[in-house]
């Protein structure tokens, strides 16, 4: 069975600086896929950036972009400059590849991240 | 861009009582999935639908049901409400065979009192 683990239930980060938020799952597949996806308080699930883990090459979206280490099982998610509409709940996700069944989703438990003015 | 559309956004229902949730997929998305997110908790998957058939069943309990459309639309049957069913509830859909990932739904809120 696959897990996900956020080890971090709240972050902070000043207005403009950057924060790391961390995220371990385990598996013994080969072939799944990563997401961040962001809740903010209007509870609307957003996604941020998606990595295929038979890719090397680190995802990156404008501000947002992951460290994954395949070997090590660790996708973080990297945003800089942050800005005070980052503020949100973060979910990191995994799934098998289509493939290999469904697609559903396991969720980690969130880090709730609030960014200061 | 057209999204995934929940209905009802709200909904207030007695224990015992029956709910109905709807969901209409993105034009063209033949995929549908159900989460269920309780307070302060991360999303649980609860059903999925392929094509009208249902692809996969996760946590949910005997008394709720669901099925798929077809136009594609999707509807989660919840009977006999208890108060640890309120939640928000997702749908999301996707075009089968991408790997882009899901595009969520706004949710429906439950309130069981």
């Known amino acids: 069975a696959q897990t996900v683990t956020q080890s971090q239930p709240e972050m902070s980060v000043q207005e403009a600086e950057t924060v790391t938020l961390s995220c371990t799952y385990d598996?013994?597949?080969?072939?799944?896929?990563l997401f961040w996806y962001k809740q903010p308080p209007s509870r609307q699930m957003i996604l941020v950036i998606r990595?295929?883990?038979?890719?090397?090459q680190n995802a990156t979206e404008n501000r947002f972009s992951v460290n994954f280490q395949k070997a090590a099982k660790s996708f973080s998610l990297k945003i800089s400059d942050s800005q005070l509409g980052d503020t949100a709940m973060y979910f990191c996700?995994?799934?098998?590849?289509?493939?290999?069944?469904?697609?559903?989703?396991?969720f980690g438990t969130g880090t709730r991240l609030k960014v200061l003015a | 861009a057209a999204g995934v559309i929940q209905s009802p956004r709200h909904l207030i229902k007695e224990k015992r009582e029956t709910a109905t949730l709807k969901c209409y997929p993105i034009?063209?998305?033949?995929?549908v999935y159900w989460y269920q997110q309780g307070p302060g908790q991360d999303p649980q998957f609860l059903i999925s639908?392929?094509?009208?058939?249902?692809?996969d069943k996760g946590s949910i309990p005997d008394r709720f049901s669901a099925q798929q459309f077809s136009d594609y639309h999707s509807e989660l049957n919840m009977s006999s409400l208890e108060l640890g069913d309120s939640a928000l509830y997702f749908c999301?859909?996707?075009?089968?065979?991408?790997?882009?990932?899901?595009?969520f739904g706004s949710g429906t809120r439950l309130t069981v009192v």
């Open positions: 999301a859909s996707r075009r089968g065979g991408e790997n882009y990932g899901y595009t």
């Open positions: 598996t013994s597949e080969n072939n799944y896929y």
């Open positions: 990595q295929e883990a038979y890719k090397q």
């Open positions: 996700a995994f799934t098998l590849g289509v493939t290999s069944g469904t697609y559903k989703y396991i």
């Open positions: 034009p063209r998305h033949d995929t």
């Open positions: 639908f392929y094509e009208k058939m249902q692809s």
